[in-house]
């Protein structure tokens, strides 16, 4: 985590009445899977040259699909809009085995950049189904990442939307029933739709391991605690982005009198600021470091030039690049460093 010139990182001192200050939470921004999915397709266009085509937003950012698209990259909804025999890349957020047949029906060459904590979620709902689970998926319905992991047993699964659902949810066998979930969710209400699965299902099984990410989780824990000492918190991120919305109502479930979610610093409202002393930074995991540092120097504009960084975890996490890119690109030194995780 590179640190913000003229920041602190400690908050032992308490703030002088009506001192203007940022809480810059850490970890935020990229995780490790949006920096590896998007230097595949900077990889692809170095490589094969322009185009390449990407199904759908290779990450949820606006900045980031629109810096690609300068470069050469064509986002698409459906692999059937690519022309045959191109170069197309799989999002971060992973896909059906349909679409990869697809594909494959139209001889693209498809570079797979789902992220490997969603690759480890559609593998465990392939093992269940092969053991005639009824699989319960929390996640929001539309998200790619729902309709990736769904495809890989539709037959199997039922969609879990949150815990207002949960009433209405029917299993054919009570014993032979497990949860899976989207990897983006809020920690909180994830827990509390299971606790109510639970209920309806005492035998529900849980997945092998978390299947929320631990950027998710990391960049949750951070905005609580600068939640509660702050007056507004501003979340840079995208209204696509799942992962962004739901810092915006973590921020508000634990202590924030505001919050908002900006996909650039201009969209802050100077109302906002009004009577405003202490504002909580944060970002999403697809989000550009350079979005929130402009978001600071704006900020900075406005009288808030004392930053403190509340950092809650370290994030080290290195993926490599998807296979296709690895075979066709060997002997090339990726200089770049990847994303992020947890050590704390």
Same mark, same amino acid.
């Given at each position: 985590?590179?640190?913000?010139?003229?920041?602190?990182?400690?908050?032992?001192? #308490?703030?002088?009445?009506? !001192?203007?200050?940022?809480?810059?939470?850490?970890?935020?921004?990229?995780?490790?899977?949006? $920096?590896?999915?998007?230097?595949?397709?900077?990889? %692809?266009?170095?490589?094969?040259?322009?185009?390449?085509?990407?199904?759908? !937003?290779?990450?949820?950012?606006?900045?980031?699909?629109?810096?690609?698209?300068?470069?050469? %990259?064509?986002?698409?909804?459906?692999? $059937?809009?690519?022309?045959?025999?191109?170069?197309?890349? &799989?999002?971060?957020? /992973?896909?059906?085995?349909? +679409?990869?047949?697809?594909?494959?029906?139209?001889?693209?060459?498809?570079?797979?950049?789902?992220?490997?904590?969603?690759?480890?979620?559609?593998?465990?709902?392939?093992?269940?189904?092969?053991?005639?689970?009824?699989?319960?998926?929390?996640?929001?319905?539309?998200?790619?990442?729902?309709?990736?992991?769904?495809?890989?047993?539709?037959?199997?699964?039922?969609?879990?939307?949150?815990?207002?659902?949960?009433? &209405?949810?029917?299993? #054919?066998? =009570?014993? #032979?029933?497990?949860?899976?979930?989207?990897?983006?969710?809020?920690?909180?209400?994830?827990?509390?739709?299971?606790?109510?699965?639970?209920?309806? &299902?005492?035998?529900?099984?849980?997945?092998?391991?978390?299947?929320?990410?631990?950027?998710? !989780?990391?960049?949750?824990?951070?905005?609580?605690? +600068?939640? #509660?000492?702050?007056?507004?918190?501003? +979340?840079? /991120?995208?209204?696509?982005?799942?992962?962004?919305?739901?810092?915006?109502?973590?921020?508000?479930?634990? /202590?924030?009198?505001?919050?908002?979610?900006?996909?650039?610093?201009? *969209?802050?409202?100077? *109302?906002?600021?009004?009577? +405003?002393?202490?504002?909580?930074?944060?970002?999403?995991?697809?989000?550009?470091?350079?979005?929130?540092?402009?978001?600071?120097?704006?900020?900075?504009?406005?009288?808030?030039?004392?930053?403190?960084?509340?950092?809650?975890?370290?994030?080290?996490?290195?993926?490599?690049? =998807?296979?296709?890119?690895?075979?066709?690109?060997?002997?090339?030194?990726?200089?770049?460093?990847?994303?992020?995780?947890?050590?704390?």
């Amino acid at each position: 985590m590179p640190r913000i010139p003229g920041t602190r990182t400690r908050l032992d001192d #308490k703030p002088v009445a009506g !001192q203007k200050r940022v809480l810059l939470a850490a970890p935020r921004g990229y995780c490790a899977g949006v $920096d590896r999915a998007v230097v595949a397709v900077e990889k %692809a266009l170095e490589h094969y040259g322009s185009p390449v085509y990407v199904r759908k !937003q290779i990450v949820h950012n606006k900045h980031v699909v629109a810096t690609l698209e300068k470069r050469g %990259a064509i986002f698409v909804e459906e692999v $059937d809009e690519v022309p045959e025999g191109s170069h197309v890349v &799989f999002s971060a957020h /992973g896909v059906s085995p349909a +679409v990869v047949q697809g594909a494959a029906d139209r001889g693209l060459q498809a570079i797979d950049a789902t992220c490997p904590l969603v690759t480890k979620v559609h593998r465990e709902a392939v093992r269940f189904a092969r053991d005639d689970f009824e699989i319960l998926l929390i996640g929001h319905k539309g998200h790619e990442e729902v309709e990736g992991t769904a495809g890989e047993a539709p037959e199997h699964i039922t969609l879990v939307n949150g815990p207002e659902d949960v009433p &209405f949810v029917e299993v #054919k066998d =009570p014993d #032979k029933v497990v949860w899976l979930s989207q990897t983006t969710l809020s920690v909180d209400e994830t827990m509390e739709t299971v606790r109510l699965l639970r209920e309806r &299902f005492p035998n529900l099984q849980d997945p092998p391991s978390d299947d929320i990410c631990y950027a998710t !989780q990391n960049r949750q824990v951070a905005i609580k605690k +600068v939640a #509660k000492d702050a007056d507004l918190v501003i +979340v840079v /991120g995208s209204a696509n982005s799942s992962n962004s919305v739901r810092l915006v109502e973590v921020a508000l479930e634990y /202590g924030a009198k505001a919050a908002y979610r900006v996909d650039y610093a201009d *969209e802050v409202q100077q *109302e906002w600021l009004d009577g +405003v002393e202490t504002v909580g930074v944060t970002s999403g995991a697809s989000v550009p470091e350079v979005l929130v540092q402009e978001l600071l120097d704006q900020l900075a504009g406005a009288g808030y030039g004392d930053v403190e960084t509340v950092t809650t975890a370290e994030e080290d996490l290195v993926f490599s690049l =998807p296979k296709e890119l690895r075979k066709d690109t060997a002997g090339q030194r990726d200089a770049r460093a990847l994303g992020g995780r947890s050590r704390a």
